[in-house]
Every structure is written in structure tokens, then in C-alpha cells.
């Protein structure tokens, strides 16, 4: 647990507000834009100047009053006209500015946003160009390789070896050098379509997380894998809300010893004992999803989705690999889609075993990164689960009843689900539900 302000936290997400919103939203922005750029160059023929200029959109400036609100027209303005060829007229707002250049419209759209967040120092910052030309043809390489978009953590690892393994950064009197990941990191991290490869930019509040997990002195590849670990934790999705929250997930994160070559793993808590051939739950969970009465109740709940979700199209899935109960499309109006996946009983192992099944189907859905995920059971899952849910940014929905006329539900998908009630019972085609029993 986490105490902000008395407040017990374990979704991580709570702690999004104010200033850690605008600058989560920055850092999304930054990507975006970055992510338009890539899409707009033939990276396999940038220049060692033009990485320079990627870099250039990553940082920020800071002084003592903080960060300027102007580095747009030192370092973005700038940087957008290298990379296109275009000339730059700066004037006193940034999206007539930017709109003025002519660049692409993908590229305008995003570099209109406030973007920017590493404070990498002036002192690397000049002869972090000249390293990028000396080091052109294997920064094509990682570059290239950040832009996959199915990386797996060897991958990653195996990238941050890499980036590792370049030449350090020289200060302009070759007096002093700085790591090659510090400047190139960021770029990555923003560069990598699944927003999993982890922003290490020397910042302080990343430094004490990596020094509460005991990562200090680690290689880069040790860092990235244990921090890429964190996602999906604590209800961090992506390495920006790592980054931002920083400083309150070393608060939730226990630093484990490595493991001693030749020698056993203890036992960390007193219930454990050697691995049993399946787990019971489970197995009773699967042995009933096969008897009719279960397959008639679950038909029920899902052919109940359709009044709820009057107006969305659902569609189902057989498909070997993913084969889903109900995928809304479009289900809050923002171009979100929810997938569902329904089970009769709201018990420990029916619990488990959906969560395995969202995680999995997910990944293979066209639109992975734009899908939420919601378990619908008949009558509300235990506290603990829905704690935990909640914790993976998994929505528990459930009937209140057998009859299935009547919704509650708790996590990400359920203010909009909730709103779609009240439309639905205002059109008398679904009751209000009851106030839920667990937190909404």
C-alpha cells in the first residue's frame, strides 16, 4: 500500500490528478508526436543530424523557475524543420507556428500538443550530435528495432544491451562522459509503439525507484526488465505512468534478493509447499463450464448485453487464439472498445481463469491498445478480487440477480456502463441497479 495524504492507494491511477495528469498527458503527447514523425520519414535513411533532431523533440528546458514554456521554439520548431526541410518563421504561439511549416497533417495534429519532458544537460547536448553521426549506422539499427510492433521483454532486454554497448557521450573538452542510455533511452521509450520500454533519463524520482529495487548499479538490461515488470501492476499500463509515478511506486515495490547459485529458494510465506498438479479452484471452475445448466445461464448474460449496449455493435469470436465472449466496439464513444469475457459464477477460480483468458485474447485483437477489459459474473465478486481487478484495470460487472435485468459493477469501464443504464431505463428497456454492495 501507498498513504498519500492518509489515502490507502493501490491502483496507482488515483494518483493522477493536477500536475501529474498534465505532465502523464505530456508525456503521451510526446510519443504521439514521435510516433507521427517515425511514420512520416524513412527512418532506414535518416541522417546522424535528423537522430539528433528525435532526440531534440524528447527534451525540455529547465531552469530555476522550472520548465520554460517556451523550449518549443528553441528545440521542437527547430527539430520538426530539420527532419522535413521546412523553414521556420517563430512567432509568439506555437500552434500558428507550427501550423505555418507545411509539415505533414499527422505530424501537425500532434506537434501542436504541449510535448517534451527530459531535462537531458546542456553540456551533452551538443556533443550528443556529434556522437549521433559517429554512431549513425547501429542507432538505424535500434531504431528500427524500437519501431517493431510485437517487441517481447527479451527483445527489449536484448535492445537495451545494445544501447548499452555503444560508445559513452564525451563533454566538449573530452574531460567527462556521459552514458549512451541517458540520451538515447527516452528517444526509445517514446519510439516504441506498445509504451513499454522504460524511461531512464537519470531523473531523480526514477533513480530512487531503481534504487529501492536495488537496480542502481545494474546493467541497463537488468533495469529495463524489472521495470518493464512493474506494468500491469499497481494499475501502471505503460511506462509513462511509471515515469510520473515514479516516486509513489517505490512506496509499493519490495526490493527481492537475487537468488543464491547452488542454493534453494526459501519459502517466503508458511502456506507454500511443492507445486500441486493444478490448482483446485481452477479445476472445478473448468469442470462446471462444461455442464449445460452453466452454457444456458451464460447465454442468458450475454444475450442481456444487447440491451444494455442498444446502439454498440457486439460481436463474438471462435477463433482458436481468441476466442472472446463479446467485444464492444466503441463502447464509451471515443473510440474505446470493451472486451468481455462472461462467467456465470463470481468464484475464485471462474475469476482467475477470465483474467488469463482477457490477458491473452487481447493481444491478438486489430485494436489491442485501444481495448479495455471487463469480467461479467451473476451476483458481485468477493472484495479481495475486486481489489484486484481493479489493480489490472479489469472492470467487474455484475448481475445483481439470476434474472439479469439489473447491473452494478466497479473499475475503469464502469462510470460510462453505469451512464448507459440510466439512458437505457430512461427508454424502459433496462431497470436502474441497485446500489452496488462494493465500492463503484
Sequence with gaps: ????????????????????????????????????????????????????????????????????????????????????????????????????????????????????????????????????????????????????????????????????????????????????????????????????????????EVSRLLKKLKLTNSGFGDQVRHLTGLIGQFGIEDVFMLDVLAKDIATLVTATPPDVPGEPRKSVHESETQLPEYDLDERLATQHANSIVYRNRHNKMTEALKSLFAGHELVTSYDHDCNYDVLVRDYDRKSRDLLIEAKPDADRGSIRIAIGQLLDYRRFLKRSAASDLAILTILPPSPSYIELLEELEITALWYTDETCQKIGGAGRAWPVIKNLVHVSAAAGDLPVPAPPNSRS
Design 1 to 204: 500500500m501507498v498513504s498519500r495524504h492518509g489515502q490507502q492507494v493501490r491502483n496507482i491511477q488515483r494518483l493522477l490528478k493536477g500536475e501529474i495528469r498534465d505532465w502523464y498527458e505530456v508525456e503521451r503527447n510526446t510519443a504521439t508526436l514521435l510516433d507521427a514523425v517515425a511514420g512520416a520519414l524513412e527512418l532506414e535513411k535518416l541522417s546522424g543530424n535528423q537522430i539528433w533532431q528525435l532526440m531534440r523533440l524528447t527534451w525540455i528546458t529547465n531552469n530555476i523557475h522550472g520548465v520554460s514554456p517556451n523550449h518549443w521554439q528553441t528545440l521542437k520548431v527547430p527539430a520538426l524543420g530539420s527532419l522535413f526541410g521546412k523553414s521556420v518563421e517563430i512567432s509568439g504561439d506555437q500552434s500558428a507556428t507550427i501550423r505555418a511549416m507545411g509539415l505533414p497533417f499527422d505530424v501537425e495534429l500532434a506537434a501542436i500538443r504541449n510535448t517534451g519532458v527530459v531535462n537531458f544537460r546542456y553540456v551533452w547536448r551538443n556533443t550528443a550530435q556529434r556522437w549521433c553521426v559517429a554512431n549513425r549506422r547501429s542507432l538505424l539499427e535500434i531504431i528500427r528495432d524500437a519501431r517493431r510492433p510485437a517487441m517481447s521483454l527479451d527483445d527489449r532486454i536484448e535492445l537495451a544491451a545494445r544501447i548499452e554497448g555503444l560508445p559513452s557521450i564525451p563533454s566538449p573538452d573530452n574531460k567527462a562522459s556521459v552514458r549512451s542510455a541517458l540520451a538515447l533511452a527516452p528517444l526509445i521509450a517514446f519510439l516504441d509503439p506498445q509504451h513499454r520500454f522504460p524511461i531512464i533519463s537519470g531523473g531523480s
